[in-house]
């Protein structure tokens, strides 16, 4: 079974700086899809960037950008300049194929950012 | 904008009391999902649909239903709520498409529902 693991429970990091959140994941396909949401506190969950396992590029949305390192199953989301609109809850989510809708999440991170 | 409306955002019930908690989407999506999240924890999935086709999770329990009577509605019964159920309950909604297979899901804002 795919599982999702998201090593640091906590983070923190200070405004303007960057951080980097881990994600590792256990699959035994070759194509599947990688996401990163974000759920600021009390409000929705929405996503922050997504990865195709195909796609050797990493992803970049802004100030976020993932380091996809396929063979070690690992999937870190790269957070520059933090603001503090940052500070949230940041799940790491993994889907199997095109045709399978379920996601599988992380147990999460969160991110703290001070000024 | 099209989104996933989830109403109400608060709801608070007795314990054994049947509640019903509802969600629209403007995104004409052919997924449409619900969630069970609590405090700090990543959501669960409790049911899904594809178009009509109803997936239930194999540890949700039978007290959790759900109906979904065309593509823009989706409902979440809870036929007897109990203390344990008292959670955030998130209708989520996707697009599965073979072309563009990325398709991330879209969350509502939840509801919190309070067992009394």
């Known amino acids: 079974a795919q599982t999702v693991t998201q090593s640091q429970p906590e983070m923190s990091v200070q405004e303007a700086e960057t951080v980097t959140l881990s994600c590792t994941y256990d699959?035994?396909?070759?194509?599947?899809?990688l996401f990163w949401y974000k759920q600021p506190p009390s409000r929705q969950m929405i996503l922050v960037i997504r990865?195709?396992?195909?796609?050797?590029q990493n992803a970049t949305e802004n100030r976020f950008s993932v380091n996809f390192q396929k063979a070690a199953k690992s999937f870190s989301l790269k957070i520059s300049d933090s603001q503090l609109g940052d500070a949230a809850m940041y799940f790491c989510a993994y889907r199997k194929s095109w045709n399978t809708d379920k996601l599988i999440f992380g147990t999460g991170t969160r991110l703290q950012v001070f000024p | 904008d099209a989104m996933v409306i989830q109403n109400p955002r608060y709801q608070v019930t007795q314990f054994g009391k049947p509640v019903t908690l509802s969600c629209s989407q403007t995104l004409n999506h052919n997924v449409m999902y619900w969630y069970q999240q609590k405090s700090s924890q990543a959501p669960k999935l409790l049911f899904h649909?594809?178009?009509?086709?109803?997936?239930n999770e194999a540890d949700t329990p039978d007290n959790f239903q759900s109906r979904r009577p065309n593509t823009s509605f989706c409902f979440l019964d809870i036929r007897s709520p109990g203390l344990g159920d008292a959670a955030m309950y998130l209708c989520?909604?996707?697009?599965?498409?073979?072309?563009?297979?990325?398709?991330?899901?879209?969350f509502g804002d939840g509801t919190r529902l309070s067992i009394l």
């Open positions: 989520a909604t996707s697009r599965r498409d073979r072309v563009y297979s990325n398709q991330p899901q879209h």
């Open positions: 699959t035994s396909e070759s194509d599947y899809y």
């Open positions: 990865q195709e396992a195909y796609k050797q």
């Open positions: 649909y594809y178009d009509k086709d109803f997936n």
